[in-house]
């Protein structure tokens, strides 16, 4: 499974931006895909998940702000985030699940600055 990230870039506090994340493989078939995010320094933590019946789930600290959505005929799931904050800003990275093993896509760089 190889998952390809887009999306990142900088935008203002306040602002929003949405990631891309597409999949080689036919999404149905994964257990679930979601979205992480390491800040410098900090460990990886996650962000969204969305599960292969479609139900999204997010930790309460995300919950609210960001909201995570697939697309199945085009193999892709997106993050829409809205008021970014400057504590934002990590790079963010796809991750899908199939059976036990688990993928990563290459991280994309959010900044959130004025």
């Known amino acids: 499974v190889q998952l390809q990230a887009s999306g990142g870039g900088v935008v203002q506090p306040g602002g929003s931006l949405t990631l891309s994340c597409a999949a080689s493989v036919d999404i149905s078939s994964l257990s679930w895909m979601g979205w992480y995010r390491q800040a410098p320094g900090q460990q990886r933590d996650m962000v969204a998940l969305i599960y292969s019946q479609g139900t999204p789930s997010y930790p309460d600290s995300m919950r609210g702000r960001f909201a995570i959505s697939r697309d199945v005929v085009k193999n892709t799931i997106s993050l829409q985030m809205s008021s970014l904050q400057p504590e934002d800003t990590a790079v963010y990275y796809c991750?899908?699940?199939?059976?036990?093993?688990?993928?990563w896509g290459q991280g994309t760089q959010v900044t959130v600055s004025s």
């Open positions: 991750r899908a699940q199939r059976g036990g093993l688990g993928y």
